[in-house]
């Protein structure tokens, strides 16, 4: 595996072309929740295709603070759950989630009804993260918990006997607030019940059924019986529609290309990138559909198009948050103007995306600028070489990466070590496709 260093520089190779499988890493989503519910279950779960990066590592090794046994047997990870009344109290009090949003979000579900006090903490990107979204319903079950004054973590539990169950009305359409309702859920008592704005992502649900957990979902509420406890199973992860986004978009671009993805989650809540890429005109198409533990997956093939400048429909926002990056980088590359709103929650993400993105591609001659909930882009542009920085976001640092073969000379992408927190293979995956990344 290449190493990732803080500065990388990508140049265009002439005429590439490429055509072949390509089988991206587990998904980090799917990742992060095996290890949690697998670790308050009871039983052993046995873990296949575990992504291997900074954020589930975090996630896996906060569990393992906790008393849950974990060990790697193979490609495998087995996870001896200790049950839901199982969990120890960390030796300092403390758990690091680096720089992962998910893992705090989903953790402070679960530590918001022990019976012991605990701290949430991460890096200076994700201490800087909104976590009110998640400390309100907390608080209304409950829960004795604290943010800072800006309502971001550190966030500290106090050791509680029981929770409550509420019916939630969120004010964002966010997986990450309602996974974290969802687990308070396990150990809540009565009915709970959470409502959203739009329709996130639904791995917790999938995954809660899986371990046995009954739940309801119906158009935009999921509702459940706190108490209810987990049984190991098995969890096959697959392959990450958010880390295959950026190969997606470079088989759209490449001319004569044509790219295979293996085993990849295309649960619909995900699927958004796909969505707006079609809209735009690309040719994708699903082959060997199946699911496994209520997640559908499939290979995807993508092929060169002519891509086209749209209005994304707001229905996609949610199912796509991740994937806007490398669509802006579509976006400055096709015929027509692009134009996103209603998507602020853009601006809360390890970087604020919207500003981020603008700011790089202005600096290699897009044309774009910033709406306070989103973007528009005039396509048709000549992206030039240049010096970006991807403000230590790792979704940022792999979209201008991807840019660089489109360019006409090098781009100089600075403050991409933040690619393992989700890609640790991304340069590896470059350099067999071809491109020239250094």
């Known amino acids: 595996m290449a190493e990732i260093k803080n500065t990388l520089t990508s140049t265009p190779v002439e005429n590439l072309t490429v055509t072949q499988f390509v089988r991206v890493p587990g998904d980090k989503s799917i990742s992060h929740r095996s290890m949690i519910l697998g670790g308050i279950a009871q039983g052993t779960t046995q873990v296949t295709g575990f992504l291997e990066s900074a954020d589930c590592i975090a996630t896996m090794k906060a569990m393992q603070s906790m008393g849950v046994k974990i060990e790697k047997n193979g490609d495998k990870y087995l996870v001896h759950g200790v049950g839901k009344q199982g969990l120890k109290a960390p030796a300092d009090g403390i758990i690091d989630c680096g720089n992962s949003g998910t893992g705090m979000r989903l953790l402070s579900g679960v530590m918001a009804a022990q019976s012991f006090d605990s701290t949430i903490t991460g890096d200076a990107s994700l201490n800087s993260r909104p976590m009110t979204r998640i400390t309100t319903p907390l608080s209304m079950m409950g829960a004795k918990v ?5 309502g971001t973590a550190p966030i500290k539990f106090s050791a509680v006997e029981h929770l409550k169950a509420i019916n939630y009305q969120s004010p964002v359409a966010s997986a990450q607030v309602k996974s974290c ?10 009915e709970v019940s959470l409502t959203e704005p739009k329709l996130s992502r639904d791995h917790t649900e999938n995954m809660l059924r899986g371990f046995g957990c009954e739940l309801q979902s119906e158009d935009l509420t999921v509702t459940m019986q706190g108490g209810q ?5 098995d969890v096959i992860v ?13 088989a759209c671009l490449l001319p004569n290309s044509e790219i295979t993805f293996k085993d990849l989650c295309v649960n619909p809540s995900r699927t958004g990138v796909i969505s707006i890429l079609q809209l735009m005109g690309a040719d994708i198409e699903f082959t060997n559909q199946s699911t496994n533990a209520g997640e559908q997956i499939a290979d995807v093939v993508v092929k060169s198009s002519q891509l086209k400048g749209i209005d994304i429909p707001h229905e996609y926002i949610a199912s796509a948050i991740d994937e806007f990056p490398i669509l802006f980088i579509a976006a400055a590359l096709a015929q027509g103007e692009t134009r996103l709103t209603g998507a602020m929650e853009l601006r809360k993400k390890e970087s604020d995306r919207i ?8 600096i290699l001659g897009v044309k774009c600028h910033e709406l306070e909930d989103g973007i528009v882009i005039q396509g048709d542009s000549t992206l ?8 230590d976001d790792h979704r940022i640092a792999m979209s201008f990466l991807i840019a660089g073969q489109f360019a006409s000379g090098v781009i100089e992408v600075k403050n991409c070590e933040n690619i393992m927190t989700s890609f640790p293979n991304f340069i590896t995956i470059c350099h067999d496709l071809g491109l020239a990344i250094q």
Not at 355 to 362: E, F, I, R, S, V
Not at 384 to 391: A, L
């Open 238 to 250: 697959p392959a990450d529609i958010s880390s295959a986004a950026f190969f997606m978009v470079l």
């Open 355 to 362: 500003t981020a993105m603008a700011q790089g591609m202005t």
């Open 384 to 391: 030039t070489g240049g010096v970006v920085d991807s403000d």
């Open 229 to 233: 406890s987990l049984t190991a199973t």
């Open 181 to 190: 309702v969802l687990l308070a859920g396990l150990y809540a008592q009565g």
């Open 146 to 150: 604290q943010a800072t004054e800006a």
